[in-house]
């Protein structure tokens, strides 16, 4: 969200000041100082309740009226990284017990009840899923995209292909909600690939690579889901979209330039990069597949470099480690027809 525009004189000494100005140009007095100051006082009731996300989601609504050089900005980016794991440990209600008549039937019951949330977790990641969806510039940039890869592969191929590169996009923008962070929809480049803008930033190397490795855990999962079709019904043409599946979530793990894999790798240490490297000419060695060799050279490029972490952000490096297991399995599959499938 871009901040609130302004057209009004400054309160401080009357000089014009634009739209979408943070600070006066005479004076430099910030614009929104009196909102930040109910912001920050918000936020300060907020961290005396306790209601940590409520006071993260406060915080980085100041950010937005402010500029990003001001000695302000840095202290709520700071604030901001140390509520990241409390965010995390949060809860905000806790779950009520299951009715006597549903105690009574032992473990069917508890099977039912547990059931109940199971259903409320598929339907809320369903219910976000559908958001781009609702969104044309993500639609009209789909068919776009969609139509390229058609005249392609075909079809089929190219359906599945998109419906992979969106789920894997969404991931970002579910991460993203997350941390209270606003981003776009999904938007698609036909040829190219797909991005999502995001409306403001990561404060710690943390939070970037929870949604830089966001994508390939969505994408992931697509591809399983494709991969558990193709073992029900037979049909290659859901093997061959696993496949590919796996083949874009890996290569997205390059730790290159703005791909997920360099978001990731910034909450590594020097020995966390190198454990992947020797993971991922291990898995190389015994799968033949030829991206792992290049992501494997690049990160053990990364491992020597310098400005990484003194100690890796454990949560990241088990997620990026299971991701090149599962990923490099997928992209090892026996794709049977694989010539019809493309037609």
């Known amino acids: 969200?871009?901040?609130?525009?302004?057209?009004?004189?400054?309160?401080?000494?009357?000089?014009?000041?634009?739209?979408?100005?943070?600070?006066?140009?005479?004076?430099?007095?910030?614009?929104h100082a009196k909102r930040l100051g109910e912001l920050s006082k918000q936020a300060n009731e907020l961290r005396q309740a306790e209601q940590w996300n409520q006071e993260r989601d406060v915080w980085r609504g100041a950010l937005e009226l402010l500029p990003h050089h001001a000695p302000q900005s840095a202290k709520i980016n700071a604030r901001i990284a140390e509520l990241a794991p409390l965010c995390g440990k949060e809860v905000a209600h806790k779950s009520s017990p299951a009715p006597k008549w549903l105690a009574s039937l032992g473990v069917i019951g508890f099977t039912l009840w547990k059931f109940k949330f199971l259903l409320a977790f598929v339907a809320t990641k369903g219910k976000l899923l559908l958001l781009g969806l609702t969104k044309s510039s993500t639609i009209f940039s789909m068919f776009l995209s969609m139509g390229v890869y058609w005249s392609i592969w075909g079809w089929q191929f190219a359906l599945g292909f998109i419906v992979m590169m969106y789920v894997h996009e969404m991931g970002h923008v579910a991460a993203l909600r997350h941390l209270g962070i606003r981003a776009s929809a999904p938007m698609f480049v036909p040829g190219l690939g797909a991005f999502v803008r995001l409306?403001?930033?990561?404060?710690?190397?943390?939070?970037?690579?929870?949604?830089?490795?966001?994508?390939?855990?969505?994408?992931?999962?697509a591809a399983l889901a494709s991969y558990g079709i193709f073992l029900a019904t037979g049909m290659g043409i859901f093997a061959a979209i696993a496949q590919v599946g796996g083949l874009l979530n890996l290569f997205n793990l390059l730790p290159f330039w703005q791909l997920d894999g360099a978001r990731g790798i910034r909450a590594l240490s020097r020995k966390g990069r190198g454990l992947l490297t020797l993971e991922m000419v291990l898995a190389w060695t015994i799968t033949g597949e030829a991206m792992l060799l290049l992501v494997g050279l690049v990160m053990g490029f990364r491992a020597m470099g310098s400005g990484a972490p003194e100690t890796s952000d454990r949560r990241t490096f088990i997620e990026f480690s299971l991701l090149l297991i599962v990923l490099s399995l997928l992209c090892s599959i026996q794709v049977p027809g694989l010539e019809a499938a493309q037609n």
Do not use: F
């Open 199 to 221: 409306e403001q930033y990561p404060s710690s190397v943390r939070e970037e690579a929870h949604v830089g490795l966001a994508g390939p855990i969505w994408g992931l999962g």
């Open 1 to 31: 969200m871009n901040p609130p525009k302004s057209d009004q004189d400054c309160s401080n000494c009357g000089a014009q000041i634009a739209p979408g100005i943070l600070t006066c140009p005479a004076c430099k007095r910030l614009v």
